[in-house]
């Protein structure tokens, strides 16, 4: 009975038929990065390790390793591809120069895990996010600190698409910066959804953001006061009668190219949308485990996306056996990433 109960969920682990990037790590995946000038994917996970692949059509070749002493939670890439910058449990940052082959350095530290880090080009500056209630800027040759924000309460999330910045913390704060002058907070607000924050994702033109929720739902918010009345939230990762089961969505990103956005949520699913239209363009099937984190690549044609227990239901739902972490590609068609107007609204 064992064997064959096995085997029916080995035969549903991927139910999209995605390609499988291998070898996968050890332990959970906590971000994917993919760098914007090549097909080199970072995952970052709970053993410790930041690994890096090539990608090819059809096939994935490991490229690199390194290791922090903790967990590891976030990465980015700095825009010339170079380099690739990682944070987590150990209070760190570390910046990896993985293209020339150099070791990695330490450039930013926190009092405590460090939750969010990004990249902005046009200040040349690092930004980290951690549980110490701190955004800090690093210029990565300087031992201090450029500059060090005060939260309200933990860095959950951050989105930067300069000079717009959103940082999320617990409390449903939801702190938004013009990066032009990131001393200042440029607006505080809470959040339209009701329960905690998990992911942020900003507008590709920068006038608004996304929100996720642990409580299965996406909000859409225009920053600009005249615009209030195009904000709307809508639930997804939801499953059972009248959707009774509702699970955290953990990964909000934006399409490159069309700027439509994909979600990933703990019930293993992923989605495509289209926040012009308010429609989806594509749901895929659901995965045995949750989908913790999930990245397009620079032009659009991939979406990467991990399947892993993510400990939402704790340790006595974590099976050993079954608790294998993956990670997934799938090639992206354009139907299912370009929007399209909705039909029978006469709206364009």
């Not at 040349?124 to 060090?148: E, F, I």
Request: net charge positive; proline share 7%.
């Amino acid at each position: 009975m064992a064997f064959s109960s096995l085997s029916t969920a080995a035969a549903n682990v991927n139910p999209n038929k995605s390609f499988e990037v291998t070898p996968a790590p050890s332990d959970s995946i906590s971000s994917l990065s993919f760098s914007p000038k090549a097909n080199h994917l970072i995952a970052t996970s709970w053993d410790n390790q930041v690994r890096c692949w090539e990608i090819h059509s059809g096939s994935s070749q490991p490229k690199a390793s390194i290791s922090h002493d903790q967990p590891v939670l976030c990465s980015a890439w700095k825009d010339d591809g170079t380099t690739v910058f990682t944070g987590g449990c150990d209070k760190q940052v570390k910046m990896w120069p993985l293209l020339s082959g150099g070791q990695p350095t330490t450039v930013a530290m926190h009092d405590a895990p460090v939750k969010e880090v990004a990249w902005i080009p046009q200040m040349n500056l690092l930004v980290s996010g951690s549980w110490d209630k701190t955004v800090r800027y690093w210029d990565t040759r300087q031992a201090q600190p450029a500059h060090v924000q005060q939260l309200p309460e933990k860095c959950y999330a951050i989105t930067v698409s300069y000079p717009l910045m959103v940082v999320g913390t617990s409390d449903r704060n939801l702190i938004v910066y013009n990066l032009q002058n990131p001393q200042m907070e440029f607006k505080r607000i809470q959040s339209p959804l009701k329960y905690q924050t998990r992911c942020l994702a900003a507008f590709p033109d920068q006038q608004g953001f996304l929100v996720g929720s642990i409580e299965g739902r996406v909000g859409v918010h225009h920053l600009d006061d005249s615009q209030q009345s195009k904000n709307f939230t809508f639930k997804c990762h939801r499953e059972g009668p009248s959707g009774s089961e509702i699970y955290s969505v953990n990964s909000l990103n934006f399409h490159p190219v069309h700027h439509t956005f994909a979600t990933a949520g703990s019930d293993g699913a992923f989605n495509f949308w289209d926040k012009d239209s308010k429609q989806r363009l594509k749901a895929f099937s659901r995965c045995p485990n949750p989908i913790p984190c999930g990245a397009f690549n620079a032009d659009g044609s991939i979406y990467a996306y991990a399947v892993c227990y993510d400990w939402s239901k704790g340790a006595e739902n974590n099976n050993p056996s079954t608790a294998k972490s993956y990670i997934y590609l799938h090639s992206t068609q354009e139907s299912e990433v370009k929007g399209k107007p909705r039909v029978g609204t006469g709206r364009k």
